[in-house]
C-alpha cells in the first residue's frame, strides 16, 4: 500500500485544479496590480473578484478581504489590530500564533475545561469585571478537533462589552457544516489555504469595515493595514481550492469521517478518543493508546508508512503533554497523537492505520 497521510491537520495535498490555475494565471497576468498600466488594472480586477467570490463563500459581505501569507501572519494581524486599542482576552488552547501574545502586559488567558471548551459564562463573568478591547479565540482546535461555540461567545461578547473586538482563528473549521451560523458580531477572521487544500504561503484575514486603517506592515499601502505585492497567481489557487472544498467537505464527507473515527475505536484495541463528547470537527481526531509517549507512536507509524502528529506542527518537538493536553488534565500514562483524514482518505487507509495502531501497542516496550 502506499504511503498513507493522516496529517491533514497540519498541511493538506494541492488541488489539481488549484495548481492549474495558479500556473495559468502566472503565465498570464504579468502586471503588478498596484502599477497605473493596463496590465495592472487587468490584475487589479482579477483581485477584486476573488475578494467578492470570498466574500459569497464565506457568509461576510460586510467584511473587507485582505490576502496574507499565512495564518500566522493573519493572526498576528488580528492581534495587532485589538491590541493597538488596548488589552486581549485569549485561551489556553489557543495556536502558537495567539497564545504568544500573552507575553504583551495586561493579556489575559481564560482556561477551557476537561472537554476542550470555553466555558461561554466565565467569557461573560471576564469580561464584566475587566475591560479588553479584543477577544480571540479558535473555531476548532488544531489538535484536540473541539468546537467552539462561537456563536454564543459572540453574542455575549456583544451584549457584555460591545466595543470588543471578537477575533475568530477559523484555519481549521473551514466547511459548509462547521462555518458560522451568522457572521453577526465577530469582526476578524482567519483562514489559511493550506488547510484546504490550497497552496502554501497563502491566507485571508476577513476585517469589518470601519476598523481603522493603521499600516501594521509599510510600504506601499496595497492593502489595508499591510502592504505588499499581491500573488495573483497564488491568490486565485486560494479561492479555487475555496470553492472546491466547500463542495467536497459537504456533509456526506462528515458522515464519512465519523465513520473513519468508528472504524478506529473499534480495530484498534484500548484506543480511546479525547474529549470524545464535545462538538468536534470530524475530520481532526486526537486519539491516545496506553503505554507509550505519542512521538514515540508517531515515529513507528512512520516506519510503517503511515503519516500523523503528536501534536501539532508548529509545537512539535519539544517533549511531553502539549499545552492543550495538559489544558483538558490528559492522563501523561497514555500516548496521544492526532489523525486528520482530507477528502482523499479512504476506508481502506483507515483500516489499515487501526490494525498497525495495535501492532505498535502490542509489539513495543512501555515507553513514557
Same mark, same amino acid.
Given at each position: 500500500m502506499n504511503r498513507i497521510y493522516l496529517d491533514n491537520a497540519s498541511t493538506t495535498k494541492l488541488l489539481p485544479s488549484a495548481a492549474l490555475i495558479r500556473n495559468e494565471i502566472a503565465q498570464t497576468y504579468e502586471g503588478n496590480a498596484s502599477a497605473s498600466h493596463s496590465e495592472g488594472k487587468k490584475s487589479r480586477i482579477l483581485i477584486e473578484n476573488f475578494k467578492e467570490k470570498v466574500k459569497k463563500i464565506t457568509g461576510f459581505s460586510e467584511h473587507d478581504v485582505i490576502f496574507t501569507p499565512g495564518a500566522t501572519?493573519?493572526?498576528?494581524? *488580528?492581534i495587532s489590530i485589538g491590541s493597538s486599542?488596548?488589552? +486581549?482576552?485569549? /485561551?489556553?488552547?489557543?495556536?502558537?500564533?495567539?497564545?504568544? !501574545?500573552?507575553?504583551?502586559?495586561?493579556?489575559?488567558?481564560?482556561? $477551557?475545561?476537561? %472537554? /476542550?471548551?470555553? %466555558?461561554?459564562?466565565?467569557?461573560r463573568e471576564t469580561l464584566q469585571k475587566e475591560r479588553f478591547s479584543l477577544v480571540s479565540l479558535m473555531l476548532a482546535s488544531n489538535e484536540l478537533g473541539t468546537r467552539q461555540n462561537i456563536e454564543k461567545i459572540a453574542e455575549i461578547i456583544a451584549l457584555s462589552s460591545p466595543k470588543t473586538l471578537f477575533h475568530v482563528d477559523a484555519v481549521q473549521g473551514f466547511s459548509p457544516g462547521q462555518w458560522f451560523k451568522s457572521s453577526a458580531h465577530i469582526d476578524l477572521v482567519t483562514l489559511s489555504a493550506h488547510k484546504f487544500h490550497g497552496p502554501l504561503g497563502s491566507g485571508i484575514l476577513l476585517a469589518r469595515s470601519g476598523l481603522g486603517d493603521l499600516d501594521f506592515i509599510r510600504g506601499g499601502g496595497q492593502q489595508k493595514f499591510l502592504?505588499? #505585492?499581491?500573488?495573483?497567481? %497564488?491568490?486565485?489557487?486560494?479561492?479555487? *481550492? =475555496?470553492?472546491?472544498?466547500?463542495?467536497?467537505? %459537504?456533509?456526506?464527507?462528515?458522515k464519512r469521517c465519523a465513520e473513519f473515527t468508528s472504524i478506529l475505536e473499534s480495530e #484498534?484495541?484500548?484506543?480511546? &478518543? #479525547?474529549?470524545?463528547? @464535545?462538538?468536534? +470537527?470530524?475530520?481532526? &481526531?486526537?486519539?491516545?493508546?496506553?503505554?507509550?509517549?505519542?512521538? +514515540? +507512536?508517531?515515529?513507528?507509524?512512520?516506519? =510503517?508508512?503511515?503519516? *500523523? @502528529?503528536? $501534536?501539532?506542527?508548529?509545537? @512539535?518537538?519539544? /517533549?511531553?503533554?502539549?499545552? $492543550?493536553?495538559?489544558?483538558?488534565?490528559?492522563?501523561?500514562?497514555?500516548?496521544?497523537?492526532?489523525?486528520?483524514? $482530507?477528502? !482523499?482518505? #479512504?476506508?481502506?487507509?483507515?483500516s489499515e492505520t487501526a490494525r498497525t495502531l495495535s501492532e505498535i501497542v502490542k509489539n513495543y516496550s512501555v515507553v513514557l
Amino acid at each position: 500500500m502506499n504511503r498513507i497521510y493522516l496529517d491533514n491537520a497540519s498541511t493538506t495535498k494541492l488541488l489539481p485544479s488549484a495548481a492549474l490555475i495558479r500556473n495559468e494565471i502566472a503565465q498570464t497576468y504579468e502586471g503588478n496590480a498596484s502599477a497605473s498600466h493596463s496590465e495592472g488594472k487587468k490584475s487589479r480586477i482579477l483581485i477584486e473578484n476573488f475578494k467578492e467570490k470570498v466574500k459569497k463563500i464565506t457568509g461576510f459581505s460586510e467584511h473587507d478581504v485582505i490576502f496574507t501569507p499565512g495564518a500566522t501572519y493573519g493572526n498576528n494581524l *488580528a492581534i495587532s489590530i485589538g491590541s493597538s486599542r488596548g488589552r +486581549i482576552l485569549t /485561551g489556553d488552547l489557543e495556536h502558537a500564533s495567539i497564545y504568544r !501574545f500573552l507575553e504583551i502586559p495586561g493579556a489575559v488567558s481564560i482556561p $477551557s475545561d476537561k %472537554n /476542550g471548551l470555553y %466555558n461561554p459564562e466565565l467569557i461573560r463573568e471576564t469580561l464584566q469585571k475587566e475591560r479588553f478591547s479584543l477577544v480571540s479565540l479558535m473555531l476548532a482546535s488544531n489538535e484536540l478537533g473541539t468546537r467552539q461555540n462561537i456563536e454564543k461567545i459572540a453574542e455575549i461578547i456583544a451584549l457584555s462589552s460591545p466595543k470588543t473586538l471578537f477575533h475568530v482563528d477559523a484555519v481549521q473549521g473551514f466547511s459548509p457544516g462547521q462555518w458560522f451560523k451568522s457572521s453577526a458580531h465577530i469582526d476578524l477572521v482567519t483562514l489559511s489555504a493550506h488547510k484546504f487544500h490550497g497552496p502554501l504561503g497563502s491566507g485571508i484575514l476577513l476585517a469589518r469595515s470601519g476598523l481603522g486603517d493603521l499600516d501594521f506592515i509599510r510600504g506601499g499601502g496595497q492593502q489595508k493595514f499591510l502592504s505588499g #505585492t499581491l500573488p495573483v497567481d %497564488n491568490i486565485a489557487a486560494t479561492v479555487s *481550492a =475555496m470553492e472546491e472544498v466547500w463542495k467536497l467537505r %459537504n456533509t456526506e464527507f462528515e458522515k464519512r469521517c465519523a465513520e473513519f473515527t468508528s472504524i478506529l475505536e473499534s480495530e #484498534t484495541k484500548d484506543l480511546l &478518543v #479525547t474529549c470524545a463528547t @464535545s462538538p468536534r +470537527i470530524p475530520w481532526i &481526531v486526537n486519539v491516545s493508546l496506553p503505554g507509550l509517549r505519542g512521538e +514515540i +507512536i508517531v515515529r513507528a507509524l512512520d516506519t =510503517m508508512g503511515i503519516i *500523523a @502528529s503528536w $501534536s501539532s506542527a508548529c509545537s @512539535s518537538g519539544k /517533549g511531553g503533554l502539549s499545552r $492543550s493536553l495538559k489544558s483538558i488534565g490528559a492522563d501523561p500514562s497514555r500516548g496521544y497523537i492526532r489523525l486528520a483524514y $482530507s477528502v !482523499f482518505t #479512504t476506508e481502506a487507509e483507515v483500516s489499515e492505520t487501526a490494525r498497525t495502531l495495535s501492532e505498535i501497542v502490542k509489539n513495543y516496550s512501555v515507553v513514557l
